[in-house]
């Protein structure tokens, strides 16, 4: 079947504009995670949501990064007034995270390369 | 601080000989952890995994062993072929104990080139 997949593969921005990020996740999965991986580094976890609700976002650096999943499904992440730093290859996952079996494991799509010049 | 480092940034194995990738935690809550392996401009492709109340999981080439005692883990791939070529990532989580929602930490990765 069908795997995580994100939109758009590559972003070039300029500093402080706004970008979105689209995650479409695997069939089924009630579990979205969001890391961002930056060169030389492995992937960091920024948000997590169960269902509709983000479950945990402590993840994220700073209030200029929003994300959403309004239907339980497709999930967008927003940064606002992006800045160099914010250079970086945005993963999204997916789980089935059947409740009370604990996180299971997460399948990850192709990324979002993001560029702010 | 990492609390999970995977301290040798790249190896060179010969086809058909093991390749052994190590990884090091320092959270004792950890109780799952897994191994991705990443092509270029792909996204973390899962690997294998082991829970903390095993010490070996087996999946055709490739096992995980882990030692909790020493916080340790390591992958073993045999035998290695160049399209095993890429970089590994070693990541952990908190499945089980509370608190956590099982958010992945993971390691800076390894680079592994298996040459013909």
């Known amino acids: 079947g069908a795997g995580v997949s994100q939109t758009p593969s590559n972003k070039v921005t300029e500093k402080g504009k706004y970008v979105e990020l689209r995650c479409d996740p695997i069939?089924?999965?009630?579990?979205l995670y969001w890391y961002r991986q930056s060169l030389g580094q492995g992937p960091e976890f920024l948000i997590y949501f169960q269902g509709t609700g983000a479950a945990d976002d402590s993840g994220l650096p700073n209030d200029r990064f929003f994300a959403v999943r309004p239907e339980g499904s497709v999930s967008t992440l927003k940064i606002q007034r992006t800045e160099r730093g914010d250079s970086a290859v945005y993963l999204c996952?997916?789980?089935?995270?059947?409740?009370?079996?604990?996180?299971?494991?997460?399948?990850f799509g192709p990324g979002t390369r993001l560029l702010v010049l | 601080d990492q609390q999970v480092k995977q301290n040798s940034p790249s190896l060179s194995v010969q086809e058909g000989r093991i390749s052994i990738l190590n990884c090091d935690y320092t959270n004792s809550m950890f109780d799952y952890f897994l191994w991705y392996k990443k092509y270029p401009a792909e996204g973390p492709t899962f690997l294998i995994s082991i829970s903390s109340i095993k010490d070996k999981n087996e999946d055709g080439r490739f096992t995980v062993f882990l030692n909790k005692s020493a916080k340790h883990l390591s992958l073993h791939i045999v035998p290695s072929q160049p399209g095993d070529s890429a970089v590994y990532f070693c990541a952990a989580s908190e499945r089980f104990y509370g608190g956590s929602q099982g958010n992945l930490i993971f390691g800076k990765g390894t680079k592994l080139s298996v040459k013909p």
């Open positions: 996952a997916s789980s089935l995270n059947r409740r009370g079996l604990g996180t299971e494991t997460q399948y």
């Open positions: 069939s089924g999965h009630t579990a």
